[in-house]
């Protein structure tokens, strides 16, 4: 369920809004879609946390939705979105540790 802190990034006439759910206008306007969900994700940090839903350039669908802490959400998926940054990390960190064991 949507809460007022709760905010949404959409395009609307070639510019990305960055739009808390219960406001009548945009808090922000953007250029690029990315600027737009980072200035959202800012926001909310700020506010205490809450759902962040990116909207998809063409047909407006749900192209993200994500829980920004210290938002509370009570049964929290299994993060498919976001785990392959940090699973690259992880392998990086594992080989320049072997790298440097073996430089030793």
Avoid at 38 to 51: F, I, S, Y
Wanted: proline share 4%; glycine share 8%; with cysteine.
């Amino acid at each position: 369920m949507s809460k007022g802190r709760d905010r949404s990034v959409y395009r609307k006439d070639g510019q990305w809004h960055n739009k808390r759910n219960d406001a009548k206008k945009s808090s922000s306007v953007h250029a690029t879609q990315r600027d737009a969900g980072d200035a959202a994700k800012r926001m909310l940090t700020n506010q205490g946390g809450g759902e962040l839903t990116i909207m998809r350039r063409k047909d407006g669908k749900i192209r993200s939705k994500d829980t920004i802490r210290p938002g509370n959400d009570p049964y929290p998926p299994k993060d498919t979105e976001h785990w392959m940054i940090y699973t690259r990390w992880k392998v990086l960190n594992i080989l320049q540790c072997a790298l440097f064991i073996a430089y030793i």
